[in-house]
């Protein structure tokens, strides 16, 4: 990067600490706006036999209800299988499944009558959870098949071979804004919608779809989402379609905030998941064979369940050769609400999956599981073709381990450990020391691509907009931050406005990490170009060479001269030099076979390590996090303070899945942790005392991203694996040399219990 300080803060940050950000709930509403609540299925799966609502309509406050029957065109959000209808119509097939909305003068009104509407059913045989539909073949898609090499030749002649399971549980967004959307009818039929989204085009092309309008009809902005986590990448359609379809019907303005339970209980999450596994290995613990059987809870619909099973499927190798294996991935249908991406996209649980392979490998064989883990690593010229056909080109995980396992003393703590835990009969302690590696793209090739567009305008001052969405992760700051260095502006040059269907058009989601490879790049683009314009108007008014023409720190070295960036930019105005542009960029070098499930989906891989040291009480199965160190991997890092906090908050997020974060559903499919009372997200108080956050120096992206960065927002998530396995080392300890603890995720306190009294039934507990 050209200029200023090299970690500038988030460009929101003073109005985040200030309470002055605008979220869409803090937009000012027109003076007929009406506000909206939705009206929710009470059972898990049945025939709706009567829904009558009129008696809704006449409550104080309301104005309007609709349900299936009033959507003016296509009542269905699903972007990909028309399984995900906006109000259930006939049927229903999960408790919390939207019937209807109202809309009232005040949102408590609304709210009360939501919960009002009485509704018969005919209830159906329910399908809860993986087991069932598996035992059913329940499946909401087509099973997906991946064989390379022999696995079934090759697994009889292992010298060891070792067969497990494992259960992976789901996990909520919990993002801090919960899912809003306001619509907003605008002259001749057409329709202005604020939505908390990671996803503007498809809320746009959804609200036209049920409204029976056309995409020039609609317009979707969003400045920002506190928060979205994969949870705003196809839900928010919902959300929108429903007020968008009370506001047709009204002709008023509609605000449809949901309440945070009734987000927790609608909206879909991680996916959980269940793992069959038999490996074969020889006895440095090298893996000669692996079959494996994936299976998830997809939910009622599809949604974006195909792609999130893909990925996990393209992430069972983790950072690991595997030459000979067969995986099966099952989508299971199930009678609960849908579930969608969440942060990894998969990919963490298909990598739980082989961390505990290796883990228990590693134990079977009384080796070190970093030895184990290392002796599987790719290899840098051999041994480095992924399961899917990928070759891996950028390999730096043995630099990342061997670095980080010295930087922690990962050798010394784990002798010391060993001493601590033979002296201490109620604490115990584990270690443990994980890889990550994640592929950088979208699965589907289509959605690597972007747009930007930027204005000069005279006084030399930028705008500047992209198709990327800002949840946090500090997008809008980055893409910036390229805009400045092309033009040798300081930051505070330029201004990042909402993202917005009108400026640019047709975008992917802002997901998958790769908003800032892919934003950043056409934003690039876009200013190149005004600078060449800049340039070429230079050389003809100054008479000198383009080489003459500098760039730096707000000025213009033009020749001998220097002129500030505004007074050459209002003298290209007054010459008539266009000073707008769009710029737009696909990612090069990836193409993917569905079908035959091979090809270089990923444009990269981003790395990293983390080591992380855990108490566990035997007597209450509490764990507490004493330390973590973590050493990843960004590429040249675009902004150091906003990747260090991606890092920070990933692994957080991570470390919640994998021991607080329970959801649980009762016997009849009734959600009963749907809200933050029963539902336990981290807080401050879980971050460790020992901290060590570094990023990965000296290895630039080998791929031309841009300025050699890398993606960010997900890997971290999966340094967390390190957490789950140091409780597992822990409660191995309580048992021989040799036994495998039997640990579910998320390992919170009963579970923990669990797989310790079923290690030693005599110990303490
Ligand atoms: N960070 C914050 N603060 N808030 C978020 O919602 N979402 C994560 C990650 N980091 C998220 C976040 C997810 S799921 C993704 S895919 C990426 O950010 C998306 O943004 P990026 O493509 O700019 O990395
Ligand atoms: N990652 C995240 N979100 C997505 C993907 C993906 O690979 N594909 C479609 N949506
Ligand atoms: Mo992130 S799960 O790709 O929105």
């Known amino acids: 990067m050209a200029t200023g300080d090299p970690a500038p803060r988030h460009d929101s940050a003073h109005l985040h600490v200030s309470g002055r950000a605008l979220y869409a709930d803090d937009i000012p509403l027109p003076a007929n706006a009406l506000h909206a609540a939705f009206g929710l299925s009470s059972i898990a799966h049945g025939r709706i036999r009567e829904m009558d609502l009129a008696p809704l309509r006449r409550l104080p406050g309301v ?120 619509a907003l009818p605008q002259e001749d039929g057409t329709i202005l919608v604020h939505s908390s989204t990671q996803h503007p085009t498809e809320v746009q092309q959804i609200v036209a779809r049920a409204l029976g309008k056309r995409s020039n009809d609609v317009t979707v902005q969003c400045r920002r989402m506190g928060g979205g986590f994969g949870g705003k990448e196809t839900q928010p359609a919902l959300i929108a379609a429903a007020a968008a379809v009370l506001s047709y019907s009204t002709g008023r303005p509609i605000k449809l905030r949901v309440d945070r339970d009734d987000d927790m209980l609608m909206t879909g999450k991680r996916h959980d998941f269940l793992a069959d596994y038999e490996v074969g290995f020889d006895t440095e613990g090298r893996v000669s064979a692996l079959t494996l059987m994936l299976a998830s809870r997809c939910g009622y619909s599809a949604d974006l369940s195909g792609p ?30 849908s579930n969608t991406a969440f942060r990894g996209f ?21 080796l070190d599981p970093l030895d184990v883990r290392g002796a599987n690593f790719y290899g840098v010229d051999s041994r480095n073709v992924t399961h899917y056909g990928q070759i891996v080109e950028d ?15 990962y050798r010394e703590r784990r002798r010391a450990l060993a001493a601590w835990n033979a002296g201490n009969p109620v604490i115990k302690r584990g270690l443990a020391l994980t890889p990550v590696k994640f592929g950088i793209s979208f699965t589907a090739t289509m959605f690597n691509q972007a747009g930007a567009l930027l204005h000069v305008y005279s006084d030399g001052t930028v705008l500047l907009n992209h198709g990327g969405t800002e949840m946090g992760q500090g997008l ?31 975008t992917s989601a802002s997901a998958a990490s790769a908003s800032s490879d892919l934003n950043g790049k ?68 990836i193409e993917w076979n569905k079908e035959t499930m091979r090809g270089r989906p990923f444009f990269y891989f981003a790395y990293g390590a983390a080591v992380s040291e855990v108490a566990i009480d035997t007597l209450t199965g509490e764990t507490q996090l004493l330390r973590v160190d973590i050493l990843h991997d960004v590429g040249t890092t675009l902004n150091s303070a906003i990747d260090l906090g991606q890092i920070e908050g990933g692994f957080l997020q991570g470390v919640g899945w994998l021991t607080s974060e329970e959801l649980w559903w009762n016997a009849l499919g009734e959600l009963q942790t749907h809200a933050p009372s029963t539902y336990k997200i981290p807080t401050a108080r879980d971050w460790p005392k020992q901290v060590s956050v570094r990023l990965l120096e000296g290895e630039p992206n080998r791929q031309d991203t841009i300025y050699r960065s890398k993606a960010v927002g997900e890997p971290p998530l999966m340094l967390a694996l390190s957490v789950f396995h140091a409780i597992r080392d822990a409660i191995a300890s309580l048992g021989p ?13 009963e579970t923990v219990l669990r797989a310790m009294r079923a290690l030693s039934p005599t110990a303490p507990a």
Request: neutral net charge; aromatic residues 6%.
């Open 737 to 749: 040399e040799g036994t495998l603890p039997d640990l579910a995720a998320p390992a919170t306190p």
């Open 522 to 589: 056409a934003a690039q683009v876009a200013a190149q170009n005004i600078r060449q314009r800049l340039v070429r108007y230079a050389c003809e008014a100054y008479e000198v060479e383009a080489h003459e023409v500098r760039f730096h720190d707000g000025l213009v070295a033009v020749g001998e001269r220097e002129i500030s960036f505004a007074e050459l930019v209002g003298r290209a105005y007054q010459a008539r030099v266009s000073l707008s542009s769009t710029g737009f960029y696909k990612t090069p070098k």
């Open 395 to 409: 390999n730096v995980i043995h630099k990342i381990v061997d670095e980080l396992a010295g930087s922690s003393c």
């Open 346 to 366: 998969g990919g963490p649980q298909g990598m739980m999956v082989i961390e505990q392979i290796l883990d228990e490998i590693a134990r079977t064989l009384r």
């Open 308 to 337: 999130v099973n893909d990925r996990a499927l393209m992430h069972i190798d983790n950072a690991y050769y595997l030459e000979h294996v067969e995986v099966v991935s099952h989508r299971c249908k199930t009678h609960t609400v």
């Open 63 to 182: 104005v309007a209800v609709a349900a299936a029957g009033d959507v003016p065109g296509v009542n269905n959000y699903s972007s990909t299988h028309h399984d995900d209808p906006i109000f259930a119509q006939g049927v229903v097939q999960y408790a919390g499944q939207p019937l209807f909305a109202v809309a009232a003068n005040s949102y408590a009104a609304a709210r009360k009558a939501a919960r009002s509407g009485r509704i018969e059913y005919e209830p159906l045989p329910a399908i809860l959870d993986i087991r069932a539909a598996l035992a059913a073949h329940s499946y909401v898609l087509p099973s997906a098949h991946l064989v390379r090499g022999r696995p079934h030749e090759m697994l009889p002649q292992a010298a060891r071979r070792l067969r497990g399971s494992l259960c992976i549980g789901g996990q909520d967004h919990f993002y801090l804004e919960g899912q809003i959307a306001i």
């Open 476 to 506: 809008f700051t980055k893409v910036a931050q390229v805009v400045a260095a092309e033009l040798g502006l300081p930051l505070s040059a330029i201004r990042v406005s909402a993202t917005d269907t009108s400026k640019v058009p047709n």
